[in-house]
Nanobody, 126 residues
């Protein structure tokens, strides 16, 4: 079983920064590169993809709404996924989840990911 634990959420004012971390007990597939992603769920809205990174390859992807402000990275030695969030806006508010894929699929689809963390809350005030 793969377990993911997010941390680093909190309350900040618009323009501020936060760094989210996600510790993974183990990568689901250590032989092939798979997506590790960050999703968020704003209050009353559906879960949406924020960013994703391959576990072995260097490919990354971002939602248009966060390009230039957020950066995803990973430390495979520490089995940790990061999301650096700068220039935060009130519309970035939501519960942030990290997720691990076990198969090929589109990085932005929740169905691509099999394992999910419990989430960490990010609140950005204006």
């Amino acid at each position: 079983q793969v377990q993911l634990m997010e941390s680093g959420g909190g309350s900040v004012q618009a323009g501020g920064s936060l760094r989210l971390s996600c510790v993974v007990s183990r990568y689901p597939d250590t032989k092939q590169s798979r997506w590790m992603g960050w999703f968020r769920q704003p209050p009353g809205k559906a879960r949406e993809a924020v960013a994703a990174i391959q576990t072995i390859k260097t490919e990354t992807n971002y939602a248009d709404s966060v390009k230039g402000r957020f950066a995803i990275s990973r430390d495979n030695a520490q089995n940790t996924l990061y999301l650096q969030m700068n220039s935060l806006k009130p519309e970035d508010t939501g519960m942030y989840f990290c997720a691990a894929a076990t198969r090929l699929g589109s990085w932005y689809l929740p169905a691509t990911y099999y394992f999910w963390g419990q989430g960490t809350q990010v609140t950005v005030s204006s």
